[in-house]
């Protein structure tokens, strides 16, 4: 069955260097991703999203990239900070569902 | 702008106990609406979704019920919980005008905890 799976369950990287979040989609059909932020003890936030007809997009400090040959998604965060500090998800969704298929996340770490 | 409020924030009920979990939407009229469930470390499980009024979609066989009884009301309920229904519950909205109804936006949640 179609899943979104992330490679790495917890990044951690040191303050002002450039952070990647990777996750692998299964549903070569999926045509919509986004990117949510989690921070403990809330509901996910919106960051970025990206469709499948394009295979970069930016937003501030955040860029997402799309390989649809490998079936790869990625988010970029450019000068992490210690408030960039959260559980990050990928999600799919494609032909104009209504509902997004998440990730398990990954949890990324910036350190002083 | 718009706007979703959920209530409580933490609850602790004991097993089989009655939930009632309630979910509110501001600003925009015949939003999608959605219940997920995280458990602790997890990712998001979609309940329920629903497109309109006492329009409920289930995802999941579970212990739990939702209802809409209101355009922008979302209910989640259960009428005799289970250790196994603790976990952080979401409700979100999604605007169906746009053409992109995939983006949800979600409340801040509410954690269960189930003795």
């Known amino acids: 069955g179609e899943s979104v799976g992330l490679h790495l369950p917890t990044l951690s990287v040191q303050e002002g260097d450039n952070s990647i979040i990777n996750c692998a989609y299964s549903n070569s059909a999926s045509d919509y991703f986004i990117w949510y932020k989690q921070e403990s003890g809330k509901g996910p936030q919106f960051i970025i999203d990206i469709r499948s007809n394009m295979d970069k997009r930016q937003g501030q400090r955040v860029t997402v990239l799309l390989n649809k040959t490998v079936k790869h998604l990625s988010l970029q965060i450019a000068a992490t900070q210690p408030g960039d500090s959260a559980v990050y998800f990928c999600?799919?969704?494609?032909?104009?569902?209504?509902?997004?298929?998440f990730g398990t996340g990954t949890r990324l770490q910036v350190f002083p | 702008s718009q706007t979703i409020h959920q209530w409580p924030a933490t609850l602790v009920q004991p097993v089989g106990s009655p939930l009632s979990l309630e979910c509110t939407v501001e600003?925009?009229?015949?939003?999608?609406l959605y219940w997920y469930r995280q458990a602790a470390g997890r990712g998001l499980q979609l309940l329920f979704y629903?497109?309109?009024?006492?329009?409920i979609s289930s995802e999941v066989p579970q212990n739990l019920s939702a209802s809409r009884p209101q355009d922008r009301q979302f209910i989640l309920s259960s009428k005799k919980l289970l250790l196994s229904d603790s976990g952080f519950y979401l409700c979100?909205?999604?605007?169906?005008?746009?053409?992109?109804?995939?983006?949800?936006?979600f409340g801040s949640g509410t954690q269960l905890s189930v003795l």
């Open positions: 600003g925009t009229s015949n939003p999608n």
């Open positions: 999600a799919e969704t494609y032909r104009n569902t209504d509902k997004l298929i």
């Open positions: 629903s497109v309109g009024i006492g329009q």
């Open positions: 979100a909205w999604s605007n169906p005008h746009t053409g992109a109804n995939e983006k949800l936006f």
